[in-house]
């Protein structure tokens, strides 16, 4: 068996940041994160095409960001590779890597965390044998974290293959893997 943005907690690094987080103020990030997202901010001019946007419909299309999409996304943003893959790794947002046949998203929003997701997430990581960001080495599932889904009142919440499960257990955790493992993939 088997996304956010990757937090702190993946092999990622606490760098990474969520389409959720985009607009949050740099105030209370450490210095480099700081210039990074300044390093970001100019990727974007109004002479050059936004490769965000770009990689977004690449990730919408695929599934994740195949290298050489990356590349021609680059390329038409007068961006070096290496810059490309820089804007791809800073938002947990973009996978790098296909995506699992089963894709779980635990939320690591405030009501969550109050309703304890962090234990939750440690215990799906745990059964699953991966850490957020990562997909099981079947291609079974992927396992991310992700933001305030909108819906606290039912928290913790869980989203597999886009649908939302409320007021989770490790137990119903584990019925809903293994409802997913003898099930096909939903979009
Ligand atoms: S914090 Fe999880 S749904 Fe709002």
């Known amino acids: 068996?088997?996304?956010q943005p990757r937090d702190a907690r993946s092999s990622s690094g606490p760098s990474r940041r969520s389409a959720t987080e985009h607009g949050r103020s740099t105030a209370s990030r450490g210095p480099a994160t700081t210039r990074r997202a300044r390093?970001?901010?100019?990727?974007?001019?109004?002479?050059?095409?936004?490769?965000?946007?770009?990689?977004?419909s690449i990730q919408?299309?695929?599934?994740?960001?195949?290298?050489?999409?990356?590349?021609?996304?680059a390329e038409q943003c007068e961006m070096s590779l290496a810059q490309a893959y820089g804007v791809a790794t800073f938002y947990n947002f973009f996978r790098l890597q296909p995506p699992g046949r089963h894709t779980l998203r635990v939320c690591r929003g405030t009501a969550c965390h109050v309703?304890?997701?962090?234990?939750?997430?440690?215990?799906?990581?745990?059964?699953?044998?991966?850490?957020?960001?990562?997909?099981?080495?079947?291609?079974?599932?992927?396992l991310e974290t992700?933001?305030?889904l909108g819906c606290c009142s039912r928290a913790p919440v869980v989203v597999a293959d886009g649908e939302i499960h409320?007021?989770?257990?490790?137990?119903?955790?584990?019925?809903?893997l293994r409802r997913l493992e003898r099930s096909e993939k939903r979009d």
């Open 60 to 73: 919408e299309q695929y599934g994740y960001l195949p290298r050489q999409e990356i590349a021609k996304a």
């Open 146 to 148: 992700v933001a305030c």
């Open 1 to 3: 068996m088997a996304v």
């Open 166 to 176: 409320g007021r989770m257990s490790r137990q119903e955790v584990v019925r809903l």
């Open 115 to 142: 309703r304890g997701s962090a234990g939750l997430l440690d215990y799906v990581e745990q059964t699953l044998g991966i850490r957020a960001g990562e997909t099981t080495p079947d291609g079974e599932f992927s």
């Open 39 to 56: 390093w970001l901010a100019s990727a974007s001019t109004p002479t050059r095409p936004n490769i965000i946007p770009m990689l977004q």
